[in-house]
């Protein structure tokens, strides 16, 4: 229990890692997202798709991790934005380290 008197324990989706305030709800979802997982069905050509899914996860999480501010967070939204919707172009795929927000 934290002070404001509410518990900070969350409880992961152990498929799809989402996070719940109870058990009761992770065993609720459990079901569904299997079912939504299975109906995916990964194909041999999709472990590639996976495995860069599962690189993403690690950096968000590292990223996360440090506990960056507010407008270091809007710098990277907005440039997953822009790769979001013009993934060819190259002039999002560089960070700029220089940049005082990151």
Same mark, same amino acid.
């Given at each position: 229990?934290?002070?404001?008197?509410?518990s900070?324990k969350?409880f992961?989706?152990?498929?799809c890692?989402? *996070?719940?305030?109870?058990? #009761?709800?992770?065993?609720?979802? &459990? $079901?569904? +997202?299997?079912n939504?997982?299975? @109906?995916? =069905?990964l194909?041999? *050509?999709?472990?590639?798709i #996976?495995?860069?899914?599962?690189? &993403? $996860?690690a +950096?968000?999480c590292?990223?996360? @991790?440090? =506990?960056?501010?507010? *407008?270091s967070?809007?710098?990277?939204?907005?440039?997953?934005?822009?790769?979001?919707?013009?993934?060819?172009n190259?002039?999002?795929?560089?960070?700029?380290m220089?940049?005082?927000?990151?």
């Amino acid at each position: 229990m934290n002070p404001n008197g509410y518990s900070l324990k969350v409880f992961e989706c152990p498929v799809c890692g989402k *996070g719940y305030c109870s058990e #009761e709800e992770v065993s609720s979802h &459990v $079901e569904t +997202c299997l079912n939504i997982f299975e @109906s995916c =069905n990964l194909r041999d *050509g999709d472990t590639e798709i #996976e495995s860069g899914k599962n690189e &993403v $996860e690690a +950096c968000v999480c590292s990223y996360m @991790s440090g =506990n960056p501010s507010e *407008g270091s967070l809007e710098v990277v939204l907005r440039l997953l934005r822009n790769i979001m919707k013009e993934p060819e172009n190259t002039k999002f795929r560089r960070i700029q380290m220089g940049n005082p927000k990151i």
